[in-house]
């Protein structure tokens, strides 16, 4: 595969995977909306009601850890025997490669930088894929960026984003425990 072949099939295949969690998080438009604890949820469609299909498509494209966090990210509920989303507006996020550039090169192994742009705005990820062998598909094992996109950002990434800073009326911390050497202290007796 020369050059120009393989930045067209990462170009193609970023703009896929980008694309593949908003298909689905946005793919029940239309169906009956179930209210549950004050939050609205639709089902999925067929393709698309249970993990395991959802798993699938995930990797086609990502590693088994990012495939996870973004279904833990499409917040999924069990209603009415039916897998549901919640039924909301789903943001447009940056998938359309504007530019790519391959930082590390190895037969089974890249990094690859890319500039992506979408809705208002333009984000630059840099990706690893990894393949088992020469004839395998690639897989993407790590992207960053990824605290601000709520797509893969990890569980708890946005609640240490919100802590506000400890004011001078906070507990003072407890003194360290000083170890002990392996010998038991004998108490002293008054």
């Known amino acids: 595969m020369n050059s120009l072949d ?8 970023i703009h896929s995977a980008e ?13 009956p909306v179930y209210t549950v604890g004050g939050l ?15 798993s699938r498509i995930f ?16 917040n999924l509920r069990l209603v009415k ?7 909301k507006e789903i943001p447009s996020f940056p998938t359309i490669v504007q530019s790519l550039q391959v930082k590390a090169n190895s037969p089974n192994q890249k990094v690859v930088s890319a500039v992506l742009m979408g809705g208002s705005k333009k984000v630059r990820v840099e990706y ?3 393949r088992a062998g020469a004839t395998a598909p690639y897989t993407i094992m790590k992207r960053s960026a990824r605290e601000n996109d709520p797509r893969y950002r990890l ?36």
């Open 6 to 13: 393989e930045w067209r099939m990462f170009k193609q295949f």
């Open 19 to 31: 694309r593949v969690w908003t298909q689905i998080a946005a793919s029940p438009r239309g169906k």
């Open 40 to 54: 609205d949820y639709t089902p999925l469609p067929e393709k698309y009601n249970t993990k395991r299909k959802i």
């Open 59 to 74: 990797r086609r494209y990502w590693g088994r850890q990012l495939s996870e966090t973004m279904i833990r990210n499409l």
């Open 81 to 87: 025997g039916k897998l549901c989303v919640p039924y």
């Open 128 to 130: 690893r894929f990894i």
């Open 155 to 190: 569980p708890g990434a946005a609640k240490t984003k919100a802590k506000a800073k400890p004011t001078a009326q906070a507990k003072p911390k407890a003194k360290p425990k000083q170890q002990s050497n392996g010998r038991k202290k004998l108490l002293k007796t008054p």
